[in-house]
Each structure stands twice: as structure tokens, then as C-alpha cells.
């Protein structure tokens, strides 16, 4: 199966082995998805690539799930992998957006702990701001450019970071947040029209 470049990982055939790890500690966002690294370390899209949103949304707010959110290449390979998804709500820094939802895979059959986390939200601007300062004061970091703002673990926190060095990270826009493991997998996000 061919992937388009700019939208995945670059050996998602590997996704067994390209374990992504969030972790429990102090620093992780609520609801707190944990997991043990496999052994691998992530693949990642190419170290040129920047994230950005979607070009074209995949469906409406209210008709968002686990299904829809990532890119359908994506989609098929993870359940070619055997994986599947677990739906939670969207929460991070002490704040719970109850319109949106993180979708965290892997193979539920076995005990690996591989997995990867997607997550998509509407969210004001007040919401974002008390998200942001949740996040910060559990030691994120904030780096904003022409597409947003992104709060990300903490390198020397992160037990997985992509090729940039970036872990698990939340980028925010104009009326929406997204969540993935890694910011490089942002791109594998179909953001709903909110």
C-alpha cells in the first residue's frame, strides 16, 4: 500500500515496532492513556515535513468519531496491523471538551503497549486558554507559528519523540484543538468542521 508523503509516517508497515509511548507521569494531560515502548523507536514523517491541518475536513463536529478522524490510508493500514481504537473524551489541562473525542490504538489483544493516540475537539477561546496554562504549568512547552499553537511534552520528558524531537502534542487553531502522540502524526489528523 502506498501512503501519501506528506500525511504518514514513513515505514507505518513497521507499526509494531514503531512503539509510541505516553506515560503516566506528573507532566501527561488528563485523561492519562499510558503504555510501555515495545522496543522500537517511531517512524515519523519526513523531517521537512510541517504539520498542518487537513486540507479538507473529513466530516462534521457532530458526526466526528474514531473512524473519521485520521486519513483513510492510516485507517486501513492500523487495522490491517489488527488494531483498534478506544474512544475517550478530549481532556487535557484540567479541561474536558465534552463535544470531542481521543481515539488511542493499538492491538487491544495482546499486552505490547504499542500504540497511537488521535484526538479532535471544538474549543473557545476561553477553554483554549485555560487548556494552554493547564498544560504549561505541568511543564509543556508553547511554541506558536502561522498555523497555530502548540503545546508539547517536554523533550527531556517525552519517552517518544519524532524526528523533529517533538512528543505527544496539541496544536491548537481558530475554534479547535487536536492531539496527536507525536507532532509530526498531526498530520495524520482529519480535522471535522466544528
Request: hydrophobic fraction near 40%.
Given at each position: 500500500?502506498?501512503?501519501?508523503?506528506?500525511?504518514?509516517?514513513?515505514?507505518?508497515?513497521?507499526?509494531?515496532?514503531?512503539?509510541?509511548?505516553?506515560?503516566?507521569?506528573?507532566?501527561?494531560?488528563?485523561?492519562?492513556?499510558?503504555?510501555?515502548?515495545?522496543?522500537?523507536?517511531?517512524?515519523?514523517?519526513?523531517?521537512?515535513?510541517?504539520?498542518?491541518?487537513?486540507?479538507?475536513?473529513?466530516?462534521?463536529?457532530?458526526?466526528?468519531?474514531?473512524?473519521?478522524?485520521?486519513?483513510?490510508?492510516?485507517?486501513?493500514?492500523?487495522?490491517?496491523?489488527?488494531?483498534?481504537?478506544?474512544?475517550?473524551?478530549?481532556?487535557?489541562?484540567?479541561?474536558t471538551l465534552g463535544k470531542g473525542l481521543q481515539c488511542t490504538w493499538a492491538d487491544y489483544t495482546t499486552a505490547s503497549g504499542n500504540l497511537m493516540l488521535f484526538g479532535w475537539a471544538p474549543i473557545t477561546v476561553d477553554q483554549a486558554a485555560d487548556m494552554q496554562r493547564g498544560l504549561e504549568a505541568q511543564g509543556w512547552l508553547r511554541e506558536e507559528d502561522g498555523s497555530g499553537v502548540y503545546i508539547t511534552e517536554d523533550p527531556m520528558q517525552a519517552p517518544t519523540i519524532d524526528d523533529n524531537g517533538y512528543g505527544m502534542t496539541y496544536q491548537f487553531g481558530d475554534g479547535w484543538v487536536t492531539v496527536s502522540d507525536t507532532k509530526q502524526n498531526l498530520l495524520l489528523i482529519q480535522r471535522p468542521q466544528a
Open positions: 500500500m502506498s501512503l501519501p508523503h506528506s500525511r504518514t509516517l514513513t515505514a507505518l508497515a513497521a507499526l509494531g515496532l514503531a512503539a509510541l509511548l505516553l506515560t503516566g507521569c506528573g507532566t501527561s494531560a488528563e485523561p492519562d492513556p499510558t503504555a510501555t515502548v515495545g522496543g522500537g523507536t517511531p517512524s515519523a514523517a519526513p523531517t521537512d515535513a510541517q504539520p498542518t491541518p487537513s486540507a479538507t475536513p473529513s466530516a462534521t463536529a457532530a458526526a466526528a468519531t474514531c473512524d473519521s478522524l485520521i486519513v483513510p490510508d492510516v485507517h486501513e493500514e492500523l487495522g490491517a496491523q489488527g488494531w483498534t481504537f478506544k474512544e475517550t473524551p478530549f481532556a487535557a489541562g484540567g479541561v
